[in-house]
T-cell receptor
């Protein structure tokens, strides 16, 4: 099993919708988690770090479920500018998931 | 701060040629790593370094060499380029290891013909 797994999507949602992605991880000892955003042909940039149960930043919420070993990213009131690929990583390794593609449609 | 810089931005090689992808960071980060990204494959770890003089292999190390003689620089060497190494290469650095967020360079787009 891979260290980190993500649903590749694509997720196509209308503007204003709420969308959630999950990222499952295999190492139960993981203590920190990261969501990155990657725009087409650009480098990944940190969106959110999670060191406890979750984190919230404006329209973005990350929730950690240790029992089921996944971390979710919730985006509320989706904007066209949220269209990107979202990558997750656990803190005990340098390995990333394959990323989830989101397209927000007008 | 310039952050993480990578050169060149684009490169075309012929099969069998060698080259070095440069990566430098000015944030005094201990940890640096190299990834390649192919369509549908996400970021795959090639090599990483936990400090000057210390390197280790990632998921896909074959065909690549690294060294870390200074904290700032972490070059990636392709010894004999193959078409399978056509990819986008990203360098990243972090403070205090993999439990902290990484900062990425802008990437090098490599094509091997």
């Amino acid at each position: 099993r891979k260290e980190v797994e993500q649903d590749p999507g694509p997720f196509n949602v209308p503007e204003g919708a709420t969308v959630a992605f999950n990222c499952t991880y295999s190492n139960s000892a993981s203590q920190s988690f990261f969501w990155y955003r990657q725009d087409c042909r650009k480098e990944p940039k940190l969106l959110m770090s999670v060191y406890s149960s979750g984190n919230e930043d404006g329209r973005f919420t990350a929730q950690l479920n240790r029992a089921s070993q996944y971390i979710s990213l919730l985006i509320r009131d989706s904007k066209l500018s949220d269209s990107a690929t979202y990558l997750c990583r656990t803190g005990n390794q340098f390995y990333f998931g394959t990323g989830t593609s989101l397209t927000v449609i007008p | 701060n310039a952050g993480v810089t990578q050169t060149p931005k684009f490169q075309v090689l012929k099969t069998g040629q060698s080259m070095t992808l440069q990566c430098a960071q000015d944030m005094n980060h201990e940890y640096m790593s190299w990834y390649r990204q192919d369509p549908g494959m996400g970021l795959r770890l090639i090599h990483y370094s936990v400090g000057a003089g210390i390197t280790d292999q990632g998921e896909v190390p074959n065909g690549y060499n690294v060294s870390r003689s200074t904290t700032e620089d972490f070059p990636l060497r392709l010894l004999s380029a193959a078409p399978s190494q056509t990819s986008v290469y990203f360098c990243a650095s972090s403070y205090q290891g993999n439990s902290r967020e990484q900062y990425f360079g802008p990437g090098t787009r490599l094509t091997v013909t």
